[in-house]
């Protein structure tokens, strides 16, 4: 216990790393709040620059990035309705509609300190119980992944106002615009019509910052004359009561991100979109209504996508599997410092477990310092005359869809889907489900191929594996649920039912 104490304080206590770790997170934040300028990308080119270092310089360098760069979306989410990141789509749902109404700094505020809420738990869970949280990530089979995809693009319903149907549209929208290119197993053309500038796909970052940054421009258009919101910057930090409020549905959201993160190829976007759902379902009375600046709507998915964060270094660090993006290339720069991820890294070096679980740690805390700096210039965008905000929109917009692949083909296909976001928007569609179809496209397509491979391309073999499975069976009878909860049956029959106790409750 002493031993697994002094390698977790290592980086607390070296001033030199210390200095890369609050460096990393300063960076990340940044990092994550500009559009099209992602965590893996910046993890990616720091290989290159740190493969001559020492392993704890690098890490603590990495770790510090990804960190900081999980919260980062959520400044421009906030602020001007464009996630920095997939895992920020859904605090923009809340997040925006609060800074309409001048309180984008409470906003940031709850948002930051919730951050690191969900960062700690997460953490907490990755030091305590990481071998036990692989081993249940491992019974995952193919199927499981697949019901897990579908369940999100139902969650979509949530996301949609009242009507599912609207919902699972936009989801399938979502769906058909990332099977776009070659095929993953068989390299065959799919929606291509023989261009070969389609064969790589259409790049989601272009897809999520048109429906969301240029739609919102033209939206804004509508307003161009209306006075710019004055933000009310009184109290930045939450108090402890408000803290105290939200803690049961910050721990309950957090344990969906540890388990979503802890998942092989899922994240915190996923993770963020079901906490949001499941916020919406248990939160009976919101003192505002979601979608329209419910408190609860913002804590739910900035402590799950920071959960997320200690959930994906679970496999990682336990089985060599990772859990995201970012952790496969964290496990590029181990191999080639030498180090081995897997089971045996837990026997032979434990010291490497409890570091980065250190670092980890006083990443969250930067973060949460950090985070809560430069609020009140941060606002300043938001009170802008809409003539300078809209073209600042449009530029950011531009910059972030050219910087994923230096392409100008990106930056039409981001015009082309701002155009078609906001006749979305204007015909009654939210923006939100179809950047999750684009999402979970390749996991629904992989996986479902798999799982019917498995079963030798019998589709009976393959729903008795559901129903014979105990977590098949939970997470179709999950799917199931939502459905039916989404029909008119189920709400005039909920609603009849509470007619009937709040008599009884009379009498």
Not at 37 to 61: E, G, H, K, N, R
Not at 337 to 355: A, D
Request: a neutral charge.
């Amino acid at each position: 216990m002493t031993e697994a104490l002094q390698f977790f304080l290592i980086s607390w206590l070296d001033l030199k790393l210390l200095g890369l770790v609050a460096l990393g997170t300063f960076a990340g934040i940044y990092v994550g709040a500009i559009p099209g300028l992602s965590v893996t990308m910046a993890v990616s080119i720091l290989i290159s620059f740190t493969f001559a270092w020492d392993v704890y310089p690098a890490l603590c360098l990495m770790v510090g990035i990804y960190m900081g760069g999980v919260y980062g979306g959520s400044r421009t989410a906030i602020l001007l309705n464009i996630p920095g990141a997939p895992s920020a789509i859904a605090t923009a749902l809340d997040g925006y509609p609060l800074a309409q109404k001048g309180q984008a700094g409470e906003a940031i505020g709850l948002s930051t300190v919730m951050s690191f809420v969900g960062g700690f738990i997460g953490i907490g869970v990755l030091a305590v119980a990481a071998p036990f949280v692989s081993e249940f990530a491992l019974t995952f089979q193919p199927r499981d992944y697949m019901l897990l995809a579908i369940l999100g693009i139902l969650l979509v319903g949530s996301l949609s106002g009242e009507s599912l149907l609207k919902g699972v549209f936009a989801g399938a929208l979502g769906l058909l615009i990332g099977a776009v290119g070659l095929d993953p197993l068989t390299a065959e053309e799919r929606f291509t019509f023989g261009m070969v500038e389609l064969w790589g796909g259409i790049s989601f970052i272009a897809v999520m910052i048109g429906l969301f940054g240029v739609s919102e421009a033209l939206t804004q258009l509508h307003h161009i004359d209306k006075a710019a919101v004055k933000q009310t910057i009184g109290r930045i930090v939450p108090s402890w009561r408000a803290v105290g409020k939200y803690l049961p549905l910050s721990l309950q959201t957090s344990s969906i991100g540890v388990i979503i993160g802890a998942l092989p190829g899922t994240g915190g976007d996923i993770a963020a979109l079901m906490a949001y759902d499941h916020a919406k379902r248990v939160t009976k009375k919101p003192e505002v209504p979601f979608g329209e600046g419910a408190a609860e709507g913002l804590v739910a998915p900035e402590t799950a996508n920071n959960a997320a964060v200690g959930g994906a270094f679970i496999p990682m660090l336990t089985l060599g599997i990772p859990g995201d993006a970012v952790t496969a290339i964290i496990i590029g720069a181990m191999f080639i410092h030498g180090l081995n991820p897997g089971p045996m890294l837990m026997i032979e070096q434990p010291q490497m477990f409890w570091f980065i679980t250190g670092a980890l740690v006083l990443a969250n805390i930067f973060m949460l310092i950090f985070g809560l700096t430069g609020i009140r210039l941060f606002t300043k965008i938001v009170e802008m005359p809409r003539a300078v905000l809209i073209p600042l929109i449009l530029l950011l917009s531009i910059v972030g869809a050219y910087a994923v692949n230096n392409s100008i083909t990106d930056v039409y296909w981001m015009l082309l889907f701002g155009a078609f976001g906001y006749l979305l928007k204007t015909y009654g569609y939210q923006v939100g489900p179809v950047i999750l179809g684009v999402i979970l496209s390749r996991l629904i397509d992989e996986n479902w191929r798999r799982a019917i491979i498995s079963e030798q391309e019998d589709l009976g073999r393959l729903f008795m594996g559901v129903l014979t499975s105990p977590l098949s069976l939970v997470l179709f009878g999950a799917v199931v649920f939502i459905f039916i909860s989404q029909t008119p049956l189920w709400t005039g029959l909920r609603a009849r039912f509470g007619t009937a106790r709040a008599r009884g409750d009379g009498v």
